[in-house]
């Protein structure tokens, strides 16, 4: 299940090279002979751009679709950040080339021109109706799972801006960790999470747990060392936060000591070791709680 749109030059033609020389400056995309496939691993979005040649297509199809260049597919059964996603990509490709679209969904576009707006609402729709269509079947399956669509995109935000905001402490010379925000499951339900090491200065938005990486800072026994992993709750990290820490009118928190000091040593060292059973998810495998049926699974 997808939603596809196809595209074209409003006046005269446009060629292959063209096509695919838009795309080479961006390495989230892959060119291929007939697709370029976009793929962002910081925030497991993905979608293509397809190329037909429409001379060699001549006489082969005469659906409408068979006149237009150009063709793009986002899927469905994906977390309302997709479109979100793809949509500047898609907008920036159509202004670049003056394409016009013809759209093939029951309250698509029709064929004219492009709009953001159309587009969101189409996929939305579409995506919607897959979504409660599939968990109505099949349900979700321990891969995937269903949280707030807020959630959603507070996690899709932080990590699309993850690098930039790391790019940005290093020109200011400060030497902070910027975790990956993720999701797990946990004790049967979908939950936020963030990788801590070893005590380390951090900068992140608040997650429900912490994965606290201890290496260097692992717990003695018999005087040697053993490596392990502890998973806490957020309000675990409290009283590193209030003594140690500051926090934006975002929410941002940040450690902004610049070695960590004795107490956190400490703090890191003296959490009990215990088990941390937790599965990661792809985030496209978790979706908007708002769009499945009422009656449905965790």
Do not use: C
């Not at 994906?78 to 949509?87: Q, V």
């Not at 698509?108 to 579409?126: H, I, P, R």
């Not at 109706?129 to 979700?140: D, L, N």
């Not at 939950?191 to 951090?202: E, L, Q």
């Amino acid at each position: 299940m997808s939603y596809d749109l196809f595209f074209k030059p409003r006046n005269g033609s446009l060629d292959r090279a063209a096509f695919h020389a838009f795309f080479e400056q961006n390495p989230l995309f892959t060119i291929g002979d007939a697709e370029v496939a976009y793929q962002n691993d910081a925030t497991g979005t993905y979608f293509s751009f397809g190329w037909q040649d429409i001379e060699a297509l001549e006489g082969e199809d005469d659906g409408p679709e068979s006149n237009y260049q150009i063709s793009f597919n986002l899927n469905y059964f994906r977390p309302s950040t997709f479109a979100l996603e793809s949509s500047p990509h898609v907008t920036a490709l159509v202004r670049n080339f003056d394409l016009v679209v013809f759209d093939p969904q029951t309250h698509g576009m029709g064929e004219g021109d492009f709009s953001v707006e159309g587009f969101l609402s189409g996929w939305n729709a579409g995506n919607e109706w897959a979504t409660r269509s599939v968990i109505e079947r099949h349900g979700i399956d321990e891969h995937g799972g269903l949280v707030p669509q807020s959630e959603i995109h507070r996690t899709w935000h932080w990590n699309l801006y993850r690098s930039q905001r790391e790019a940005a402490l290093e020109q200011r010379g400060i030497d902070r960790f910027v975790p990956t925000r993720m999701y797990v499951r946990l004790d049967g339900r979908v939950t936020s999470m963030i990788v801590w090491p070893d005590g380390i200065p951090f900068e992140s938005a608040p997650a429900e747990y912490v994965l606290v990486i201890r290496e260097e800072l692992a717990p003695r026994s018999f005087l040697r060392s053993r490596p392990d992993r502890v998973l806490v709750p957020w309000s675990d990290l409290r009283p590193v936060i209030e003594l140690h820490g500051s926090t934006d009118a975002d929410g941002i928190v940040a450690l902004t000591f610049e070695s960590v000091p004795r107490d956190v040593v400490k703090f890191v060292r003296k959490l009990p070791s215990r088990g941390s059973d937790f599965t990661i998810l792809s985030p496209d495998r978790v979706l908007d709680a708002e769009l499945a049926p009422t009656s449905t699974i965790k």
